[in-house]
């Protein structure tokens, strides 16, 4: 699905299909959480209790005030003139407390990031593509203070574990040649300096549902929804996504 959309985009910029370079709009909306929120079993920790605590969130479904969903990824892939940052921003993934901070991080492509141990235990990240689960990187932090710059070349989500705390998971979502933005705690995102045209605009969520396999947990399938929208130049386009 992911590389229809992409070649789908591709073919619209050698076509022309309205977008106009220079000429930029916003995209700003939100995810929100309708109805119940389901109750999030915490992960008994059995081990490490000292710095890990006994009971440990897998932050699958964080709901904030108005239903606002924390930690989803909005982006529109395919574009080939995304304007270079001035000042590129520095990527961090904080293990502390036996987990990942924060839980999902944007990462422009071609970007670096740095995965820092901040417990005095050994930490071990384990990256995969989330596609297909197999390995991207694994990076040993066995002593507090270490760091890990890690770059990943090619686009797309990735799933950090550590292999030594199993319920400790993250995610990074490397842009590629498109816009990505993860949204805030009150379910909003932002999307700037998009050439004017027609998309279709993606949102991703990990999905909330886990069991235990052997002591380990195991996540559900991510939730994927899309729509089409209309970038003006000078203009805001909302658009909002409702998972239930």
Known sequence: MKTVRAVTAMFALVLGAGLVYGQTGTVSGTVKFDGAVPSMKPYKVTYNNDVCGNEASLDRLVVGKGGGVEYAVVYIEGLKSKPKQVSPAKYVVDQKGCSYQPH????EHGEEFTVANMDPLFHNVHGYFASNNETAFNIAEPVK???????VRKPGMYLMRCDVHPWMNAYVYVAGDGYAAATDKNGEFTLTDVPAGKYELVMWHEGWDTKDVGGKPEFSKPVEQTQEITVTAGK???ADFTLK
Do not use: S
């Open 145 to 151: 203070g270490m760091k890990a710059v890690q770059k």
């Open 104 to 107: 999902v991080l944007v990462v």
């Open 236 to 238: 805001t386009t909302a």
